[in-house]
């Protein structure tokens, strides 16, 4: 078969009164300024809602570059996968051109114009991160923006592979469906999971966000530069960031002892809602856009995290680092699937990985062992 580039060229006008309330697709987020009622344009495109902004193969093997103009008022914010690369006023509006960007699925895309504020600062291996607030609550973002800074070098120490993009924003959203989302390069958040007050955010709340922070960062690797064929192998997304998660906040914060945590929030649920008869296996089947959402659970999650760790304890922090190095750099911009991973994993570790792994991604349920 033969491979060719098609370049689709697609201009879109909307205004505020024509995006959805649904918190899906390109969709408007409401917000007070004051004791005004203002709305954020915000997109939410996981797993199969970026067709609701523009014409595409929403599939996740599909990848393309995008290259983004927006038109906005000039007093507002707006942002995208990528820094801005040009901008003009003319006609009493901003038009904010942005670099294009790698190759990637359309669930990733994301665009955010509204009022906000901002702090920054750059990681030390030269990535500017910036953490956007609503208007006047920019200290809030602090936190946030001192974990994100923190666990960039971090992973890409781990990985051994720098972050591909040459900045990250995160950003607070008022109305956000998910807890976070990590659009390669504009990670959107629910406010709670980002913003902490200083007289009322508990140090659990702030432990929280250290974890969804480092969640949604282990993603800009492991599901954004490589990415899963098919919502089959979400698992792959999720259940490996759901692990990384812990790892970078043991390194950030060995004060909250966090693999004591791992066990009671995230193993023990997993146990329990993988002893119930509809239960489902790691590894679904997903035959129909419909379904995805269903596998969006504490399997994937919980008990993906849970048998990668099993895995990491198997074959060794050393091996599975040279087999996480392995497979990210073998499928770099592409999309694998769960196999790809255990070929790697069995290449860096001489274990047989795959005879092991399989039965537990692709059957339900757990040993149990009498003794």
């Not at 955010?201 to 949604?216: D, F, P």
């Not at 990415?227 to 043991?250: D, I, P, R």
């Not at 790691?282 to 999650?301: A, C, K, L, M, R």
């Not at 091996?319 to 392995?326: K, S, T, V």
Request: glycine share 6%; net charge negative.
């Amino acid at each position: 078969a033969e491979e060719a580039d098609v370049k689709l060229s697609i201009t879109r006008r909307k205004s505020l009164g024509q995006l959805n309330d649904k918190m899906k697709g390109f969709y408007r987020s409401k917000y007070t300024l004051g004791d005004e009622e203002r709305y954020a344009a915000v997109t939410q495109f996981e797993s199969t809602d970026a067709r609701r902004c523009f014409p595409c193969w929403d599939e996740p093997a599909i990848k393309a570059t995008f290259d983004i103009t927006l038109a906005v008022q000039p007093e507002k914010t707006a942002l995208s996968n990528m820094p801005v690369a040009s901008e003009k006023v003319e006609g009493g509006e901003r038009t904010v051109t942005f670099a294009r960007t790698p190759i990637m699925s359309t669930y990733l895309v994301a665009v955010v114009v509204g009022d906000y504020d901002y702090i920054e600062d750059t990681s030390t291996d030269g990535v500017k991160v910036r953490v956007y607030t609503p208007v006047g609550k920019q200290e809030q973002g602090r936190f946030a923006l001192h974990v994100a800074t923190k666990v960039l070098p971090y992973y890409k120490d781990y990985f051994n592979i720098a972050y591909p993009l040459p900045k990250i924003d995160l950003i607070a959203i008022s109305d956000f469906s998910a807890g976070a989302m990590e659009n390669w390069g504009l990670v959107t958040y629910r406010e709670v999971c980002l913003l902490v007050d200083a007289e009322n955010t508990s140090t659990a709340r702030k432990q929280l966000i250290a974890l969804v922070v480092g969640h949604e960062l282990a993603h800009q690797w492991f599901g954004n530069l490589v990415t899963m064929e098919w919502w089959t192998h979400l698992w792959l997304n999720e259940g490996y960031a759901s692990f990384v998660e812990f790892l970078c906040v043991a390194h950030l914060f060995p004060e909250y002892d966090i693999w004591t945590q791992f066990v009671t929030d995230m193993y023990i649920p997993a146990l329990q809602l993988d002893c119930l008869n509809n239960s489902h296996p790691i590894e679904v089947p997903v035959g129909h856009p419909n379904e995805i959402e269903e596998i969006f659970d504490d399997i994937s999650y919980n008990k993906g995290a849970s048998v990668i760790r099993m895995l990491n304890n198997y074959i060794g922090d050393n091996d599975f680092r040279a087999g996480m190095y392995l497979y990210l750099t073998r499928h770099q911009y592409g999309n694998t699937f769960t196999e790809d991973l255990w070929a790697a994993l069995e290449e860096a570790s001489s274990k047989p990985v795959a005879d092991v792994m399989t039965t537990w991604t692709k059957q339900m349920g757990f040993p149990v062992i009498t003794v």
